[in-house]
C-alpha cells in the first residue's frame, strides 16, 4: 500500500472533523442569535453540517481500520 492510498483512507476522518467543527460554530452562531433570521438558517446548518460530520467519520473509521485491523 502506498502514501497515497493511506492518505484516501485517513482523509475523510480529518474532513469530518473539520465539518464538526463547523456545525458546532453554527450551534454557537444559533445559541448566540437574538434574531429569528438568523437563528433558523444556523440551526439547519447545524443539523446538516452535524449529519455530515457523522457521515465522513463514519465512513473514515470504517475504511481505515477495516483496512488495517483486518488486513
Known amino acids: 500500500m502506498t ?3 493511506i492518505y484516501l ?3 475523510p476522518i480529518g474532513l469530518g472533523i473539520m465539518t464538526l467543527a463547523a456545525s458546532l ?13 438568523t437563528r433558523l438558517p444556523a440551526f439547519n446548518w447545524f443539523k446538516r ?6 457521515l465522513l467519520l463514519s465512513a473514515g473509521v470504517f475504511m ?3 483496512h488495517f485491523w483486518f488486513n
Open 3 to 5: 502514501v497515497w492510498q
Open 9 to 11: 483512507y485517513i482523509l
Open 25 to 37: 460554530l453554527c450551534l454557537f452562531a444559533y445559541l448566540m442569535s437574538d434574531d429569528n433570521a
Open 49 to 54: 453540517l452535524l449529519i455530515l460530520a457523522f
Open 64 to 66: 481505515t481500520f477495516s
